[in-house]
């Protein structure tokens, strides 16, 4: 049954704008308290990012949840990872973060983690949607769920982190951190430093208006400055709320996701640590899945989305995964994907073979890869458009062998991504762009049509 909320990452939109306004997310809450409820007592760990909008948003949740009878762990800003550890570790029946990712501060979104610290399965999602067309009703006063604020949870995710580092020191080794001035501006540096790491820190001044705004994973422009200004070793950009790393070589050069995978997968296979093989998505660089050929590494793509890497891994029983939007998933570490462990992990790479970020890196060799985003003003199907198959099998065939045309809808903002990989960088940004413009216009026809 399709679901009418939840995305492929929880429930995302514009502040003010349908769902993402207080009534709908108040009763959000009460839905979920009654379905985590009907097993009896239940309590639910509430996270948010750094937007101005999160504190209206977890008060809405706290009262609909209070109002089903459920009891309330508030920390405060973290990191979407560190939800997903501390409702593991507190016992919790589930986490709640209030986060649009990497999205600007006027959007806002609401994502649910189970008591295992993954996504909830689909039919939690359903029937949280089914009790959404329930009247609400609160519980008798006496059964209202009671609010508590944790107050040691940035501690307690810091030391996780540290824990995932194998013990190793960042001593000598000179970081410029950028914190996308998002949920892990107050987490992050520390955990490079205590252990043993200079971090230079940009991006660490959250005003609720100034999250992701040009800075963090999603624009490293800054941090590529700084890092050569700096003469630093490497730099590390997180996103708003900490799901995603990005890193930059001492040379100012943006080392994606592709490639820290493929770090990472080497790095675990040296030391003995790695399993089956590797998941990436339908958006993964082709680059990377020869290197992993090359070194008989089994690889797969899944559709693009954290959800469906994290359900590739557990059908195959592998440990790694990611997107090249630096969303990596360390299985055998933790349950979602986390950029500050992913990022220890490059960096504990880095150290056991004495190598550069920039010499690790070229392990791999990316193939040219241009995507853009084609805005639509209402989400619509693409399937079965005359015109975008037609404008693809042109493309397709100028390509032949030596490249590849992928077309997908974005599961969380209203854009469809068009992205053409290819050996020639030129051939595939001008025929990215020729294909974007024949899919924007076809759009336009059929937006106007319905």
């Known amino acids: 049954m399709a679901k009418r909320y939840f995305g492929t990452d929880g429930i995302r939109g514009r502040v003010g704008q349908f769902p993402i306004t207080p009534d709908f997310v108040l009763k959000l ?116 769920g009671k609010a508590k604020r944790i107050d040691d949870a940035a501690g307690r995710y810091i030391e996780f982190c540290k824990a995932t580092a194998g013990g190793i020191s960042l001593k000598g080794l000179k970081i410029v951190l950028d914190c996308a001035n998002g949920a892990t501006y107050h ?21 609720g208006l100034n999250i992701n705004e040009e800075c963090g994973a999603t624009a490293t422009q800054r941090l590529q400055k700084v890092v050569t200004a700096e003469a630093a070793d490497l730099g590390i950009a997180l996103d708003g709320d900490g799901d995603r790393v990005i890193m930059v070589d001492h040379l100012g050069e943006q080392v994606d996701g592709d490639e820290l995978l493929y770090i990472i997968a080497a790095q675990m296979r040296r030391e003995d640590s790695f399993k089956g093989g590797v998941v990436g998505t339908l958006m993964s660089n082709f680059g990377l899945e020869q290197a992993f050929v090359r070194e008989g590494i089994p690889f797969t793509r899944a559709n693009v989305g954290d959800r469906y890497v994290m359900e590739r891994l557990y059908k195959h029983d592998w440990l790694l995964g990611g997107e090249s939007s630096g969303h990596i998933v360390c299985r055998h570490l933790t349950t979602t994907g986390d950029g500050t462990v992913a990022a220890l992990q490059v960096l504990k790479a880095i150290i056991e073979t004495g190598n550069t970020l920039s010499e690790l890196r070229h392990g791999m060799t990316k193939m040219p890869q241009t995507m853009i985003n084609v805005r639509m003003e209402n989400k619509v199907s693409i399937d079965g458009v005359e015109a975008i198959e037609q404008a693809v099998a042109a493309t397709e065939a100028t390509l032949g062998d030596r490249g590849r045309v992928l077309l997908r809808p974005s599961g969380t903002e209203p854009v469809v991504r068009v992205m053409i990989e290819g050996e020639d960088a030129a051939e595939v940004d001008k025929l990215c762009q020729q294909l974007a413009g024949d899919v924007e216009k076809a759009l336009l026809a059929l937006e106007t049509s319905v």
């Open 187 to 207: 987490v992050a540096p520390a955990v490079f430093s205590e252990l043993g790491a200079t971090v230079v820190e940009i991006a660490s001044s959250p005003d």
């Open 29 to 144: 809450g009460w839905a979920a308290g009654k379905v985590f409820a009907r097993e009896g007592h239940s309590k639910i760990l509430i996270g948010k990012d750094t937007r101005i909008s999160g504190y209206m948003f977890e008060s809405a949740l706290e009262a609909g949840l209070s109002a089903a009878g459920v009891d309330v762990l508030l920390t405060g800003p973290m990191p979407t990872p560190a939800i997903a550890y501390l409702a593991r570790t507190f016992r919790a029946d589930a986490g709640i973060v209030i986060s649009a990712s990497h999205n600007p501060f006027f959007d806002n979104g609401i994502k649910f983690f189970s008591s295992q610290g993954t996504k909830l399965p689909d039919e939690i999602e359903q029937a949280i949607e089914a009790q959404m067309d329930i009247a609400m009703t609160t519980v008798d006063s006496a059964e209202l």
